[in-house]
Structure formats: structure tokens, C-alpha cells
């Protein structure tokens, strides 16, 4: 069974922390790289970060020194730590592949960011 379940939004204000957390299920993303995105009102979803199942990593250059992405295999769990978040990260937050992502997605997390 394929499935994506994204949690740990909220709302914070400006330069506080959260930790996104994404289950999921189904070999389809076990064995895949894993990336977090983002996609706020009127704009297109954009990838945030991404990690291989060896633990490299990518980010967006405006998250770099910001945001974190990690992976627990075993658990198949990937996560992504905000800290010194700014009003310009709020959006709804998904997990997906990182390369050709499933067009199953999960209902995302929203992030909200006061300032």
C-alpha cells in the first residue's frame, strides 16, 4: 500500500523552530531518494530538500543553513527540522520522491509563519 502521511506543522513566529515529519509506505518510496516540498497560495509547488537512502543531501538556496532533511530507513520516516523559520516558509509542506515524484501525494502539513 502506497502512503505519505505528512505532520508536525503549526503556526510559529518568525524565527522559531518546527520539525516536519513524513511516514510513509510502499517500496515505490522506501527504495527512493526522498524530498521534502513546499507550495504556498498562488505559486507552484517547489522542492525544499532532499536526501538519498545514503543520507546526501540537497536543499533550496533559501533554506541552506536553515532547514535540515534526515531519513530513519528502518521506519521509513523522513524528516525536516526548521529553525530561524521567516514568513516567506509559510506554505503546505509534502513529501514525496525526490526524482519523478509519485502523482500520489499525501495531504501536506501547513506551515504558518507570523512575523
Known amino acids: 500500500q502506497v502512503q505519505l502521511v505528512e505532520s508536525g506543522g503549526g503556526l510559529v513566529q518568525a524565527g522559531g523552530s518546527l520539525r516536519l515529519s513524513c511516514a510513509f509506505s510502499?517500496?515505490?518510496?522506501?527504495?527512493?531518494?526522498m524530498a521534502w516540498y513546499r507550495q504556498a497560495p498562488g505559486k507552484q509547488r517547489e522542492l525544499v530538500a532532499g536526501i538519498t537512502r545514503n543520507g546526501a543531501t540537497n536543499y533550496l538556496d533559501s533554506v541552506k543553513g536553515r532547514f535540515a532533511i534526515s531519513r530513519d530507513n528502518v521506519n521509513n520516516t523522513v524528516y525536516l527540522q526548521m529553525n530561524t523559520l521567516k514568513p516567506e516558509d509559510t506554505a503546505v509542506y509534502y513529501c514525496?520522491?525526490?526524482?519523478?515524484?509519485?502523482?500520489?501525494w499525501g495531504r501536506g502539513t501547513q506551515v504558518t509563519v507570523s512575523s
Open positions: 510502499g517500496s515505490i518510496f522506501s527504495l527512493s531518494s
Open positions: 514525496n520522491k525526490q526524482y519523478y515524484p509519485s502523482d500520489y
